[in-house]
């Protein structure tokens, strides 16, 4: 029987990808969400004919369902079509790559069904990681990271045979389009400049996470709750060219690294065959070709955000969500050019001084520190 999956999230820039690799593999899709872009989603149902197709947006998915009828597919909207399109029992994996928080709660019901979970939503792991890593520790469904330093990391550690052999996860880092410029410098950059990333193309959101090194940031706290290491035996390296993707280092002072052209398709490709390879129509990497390969340390007074999050990930508790909640708010402002680059991390700090931590949170508590932490970004604009 072919492998069936659902793709949440399947029109952004993983989404897209994830779909490139079914075409090519001939994979089964069963279900495909988005939150709102009714023409791309319908051309998708059209190739793939999965049973179900989600838009979160309700207008949208009115229009979808209109455009669609005389299909066999449904369509539903809202949280309840995400979760229900996560929990679909024909299909045993499921690809979480939609942005931001609204992954959470459909990621969490794939993950008590024990499914396979094609981890492309950080927010879900760096808000709510000890409880989806518990549930998922109790149902046995299997999370297999997509981010492209993360499935590296899971890649090195394959054949390893527990954790106190690890000594140190080694995340790289590109530094992003302002690597090398200070705090001062950065300060006034545009939402064009932060959207030029030198080595990647994704998705607006994560781009400028990258330029302010939040995204570092929530991979720092991804890494501890995926591989359960302490945040001390996390670091991470700046390596501008994107080819080592992350390294292990074990206890014998062996480092192991995952090398490749920077292609998502890599990542998606093995979240689906795990532990099998399967054959890739990519350009191989061209060891000849490849400028050389340099590391060096990250500029935490030029990009405070990789700080906050490292702060966040000891403190642990609501900290992470209350972080990741005034991120994307903060992003979204900027990116709607309402602050400069440089009041991102301001905001960020902001909400962290003003939300009381609160250790071991429920669903609930986490949800509501996400709540809380994008009121006050919201506020600050309006001079509160
Ligand atoms: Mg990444």
Redesign the pocket.
């Known amino acids: 029987m072919r492998q069936a999956i659902t793709v949440l999230g399947s029109t952004g820039s993983i989404g897209r990808q994830t779909l490139d690799v079914c075409r090519q593999m001939g994979l089964q899709v069963e279900a495909l969400a988005a939150c709102r872009s009714v023409d791309l989603l319908e051309e998708q149902v059209r190739e793939f004919c999965p049973r179900l197709a989600v838009l979160y947006d309700m207008d949208a998915a009115a229009e979808l369902a209109r455009r669609l009828s005389g299909l066999p597919v449904r369509v539903a909207y809202g949280m309840e079509g995400l979760v229900e399109a996560a929990s679909l029992p024909e299909s045993g994996t499921v690809v979480t790559a939609m942005v931001g928080m609204v992954g959470l709660q459909p990621t969490l019901a794939a993950v008590r069904l024990g499914k396979r979970i094609a981890l492309a939503n950080k927010e879900t792991l760096v808000c709510a990681g000890e409880l989806v890593m518990a549930e998922a520790r109790r149902s046995g469904a299997e999370i297999v990271p997509v ?4 499935s590296a990391i899971f890649q090195c550690l394959q054949g390893c045979r527990g954790r106190e052999e690890v000594r140190r996860l080694i995340l790289t880092c590109s530094g992003g389009p302002f690597y090398g410029l200070s705090r001062q410098e950065v300060w006034g950059k545009t939402r064009q400049e932060a959207l030029r990333h030198p080595n990647w193309a994704m998705g607006a959101k994560i781009t400028i996470d990258c330029a302010t090194l939040m ?1 570092k940031g929530l ?1 720092f706290i991804e890494a501890m709750r995926l591989f359960r290491m302490p945040p001390e035996q996390v670091s991470v390296v700046i390596h501008r060219q994107s080819i080592i993707h992350s390294m292990v280092e074990f206890r014998d002072g062996a480092v192991l690294a995952q090398l490749g052209t920077p292609d998502m398709r890599l990542p998606i490709r093995y979240a689906l065959t795990y532990p099998a390879r399967a054959e890739s129509p990519a350009e191989p990497l061209d060891l000849l070709a490849c400028p050389p390969l340099t590391f060096g340390p990250p500029d935490r007074e030029a990009f405070p955000c990789l700080g906050l999050a490292m702060d966040c990930a000891r403190t642990g508790g609501t900290a992470c969500a209350v972080l990741n909640g005034a991120n994307e708010a903060a992003v979204g402002l900027f990116l709607e050019e309402k602050i400069p680059f440089g009041q991102i991390p301001e905001l960020v700090q902001r909400a962290l001084d003003r939300i009381p931590v609160q250790l071991n949170p429920g669903l609930e508590d986490i949800l509501e520190a996400d709540r809380a932490a994008r009121q006050i970004v919201c506020d600050s604009r309006r001079g509160g």
């Open positions: 981010d492209s330093e993360h995204n991979e």
